[in-house]
Nanobody, 130 residues
């Protein structure tokens, strides 16, 4: 069974950092794209970052460019989202998701669409205080 489990959320002051982890089980990262998404109260779920193992391409939303980094440790079957210089606008539940689809032809915007992802974690809360 394909599963992803997020960890690492919490409360941090503005300007601080957090690292989220996404542990994958039931599959190996090599054949998947792993994405990070977030959903704030009253807002739609939005794509934050993704990494496609087959071509090594990463995608980042404009709102997090220069602050967030996505990386993977295939030996640990884990994908990380390093979040720096956090602002209150980053407050949301963050979800990890896996896509078994062939996303290589898509651009960065396409790779961050939730519809392309078929296995979702339960989410981890990130709260940034001002």
């Amino acid at each position: 069974e394909v599963q992803v489990v997020e960890s690492g959320g919490g409360l941090v002051q503005a300007g601080g950092s957090l690292r989220l982890s996404c542990l994958a089980s039931g599959f190996t990262l090599d054949d998947y794209t792993i994405g990070w998404f977030r959903q704030a109260p009253g807002k739609e779920r939005e794509g934050v970052a993704s990494i496609t193992m087959s071509d090594g391409v990463t995608a980042l939303a404009d709102s997090v460019q220069g602050r967030f980094t996505i990386s993977s440790d295939n030996a640990k079957n884990t994908v990380y989202l390093q979040m720096n210089n956090l602002t209150p606008e980053d407050t949301a539940v963050y979800y990890c998701a896996a896509s078994s689809l062939w996303l290589e032809p898509l651009d960065q915007v396409g790779r961050l669409l939730p519809v392309h992802y078929d296995s979702w974690g339960q989410g981890t809360q990130v709260t940034v205080s001002s």
